[in-house]
């Protein structure tokens, strides 16, 4: 069983659009984060949520909402889309101790 | 801080030699320190971590190295293998919550 699992793992669009990424997570974490990996694998956090409450957004465009139906799930909406945008993005879990990552979204924007 | 001007530090190592890869952190304040490694294609990966009250842990031939003077980490690696290619970063969690910052990574490349 993969512990998080993130949904698309590729994303191919067009500036303007708007995209959704899914993430799942089955460790009973209370913790979820969105993190950003430019292409010289520099990794940002985006956002922090504990139980399902937002407790980091780190200087991300309002363009980006996430969203947390429950504790073990954590979904990243973008509007309108820019080719800066283009990225891969980690979804992570944790419980105090160890991040535990997805395998990640490669969003290219064309 | 932002990556723009940062390049990915590389290291080159012969199969069966020993692996330094270091890490300068920014927060004095924080409490506990990961070490990652992430294969192309796919999601970092816990290797190793060591709390602040400790200057060193060591693993399956993994051995972390913690000076809170200088704000310093290291990984060492004994035997590095072909399977250890990989970018390596280091990860502080501030001790005011559940916030994990990276270091900028750096790729290691073993020659078989």
């Known amino acids: 069983d993969t512990a998080v699992s993130q949904t698309p793992k590729y994303l191919v669009t067009q500036m303007g659009n708007d995209k959704s990424i899914k993430c799942e997570q089955n460790?009973?974490?209370?913790?979820m984060y969105w993190y950003k990996q430019d292409s010289k694998k520099f990794l940002k956090i985006m956002f922090s949520y504990n139980n399902k409450e937002l407790i980091i957004n780190e200087t991300v465009p309002n363009r980006f909402s996430p969203k947390s139906p429950d504790k073990a799930h954590l979904n990243l909406h973008i509007n309108s889309l820019e080719l800066g945008d283009s990225a891969v993005y980690f979804c992570?879990?944790?419980?105090?101790?160890?991040?535990?990552f997805g395998s990640g979204t490669q969003l290219s924007v064309l | 801080g932002e990556s723009v001007g940062l390049h990915l530090p590389t290291l080159s190592v012969q199969e069966g030699d020993n692996s330094i890869i270091n890490c300068a952190y920014s927060?004095?304040?924080?409490?506990?320190f990961i070490w990652y490694k992430q294969e192309s294609g796919k999601g970092p990966q816990f290797i190793i971590d060591?709390?602040?009250?400790?200057d060193k842990r060591q693993g399956q031939r993994v051995t972390v190295l913690l000076n809170k003077t200088v704000k310093h980490l290291s990984l060492q690696i004994a035997a590095t293998q072909p399977g250890d290619s990989a970018v390596y970063f280091c990860a502080e969690r501030s001790n005011t919550g559940n916030q994990f910052y990276f270091g900028t990574g750096t790729s290691l490349t073993v020659i078989p």
């Open positions: 060591i709390r602040s009250n400790m």
């Open positions: 460790l009973g974490h209370d913790t």
């Open positions: 992570a879990s944790s419980q105090h101790q160890r991040l535990f």
């Open positions: 927060n004095s304040a924080s409490d506990y």
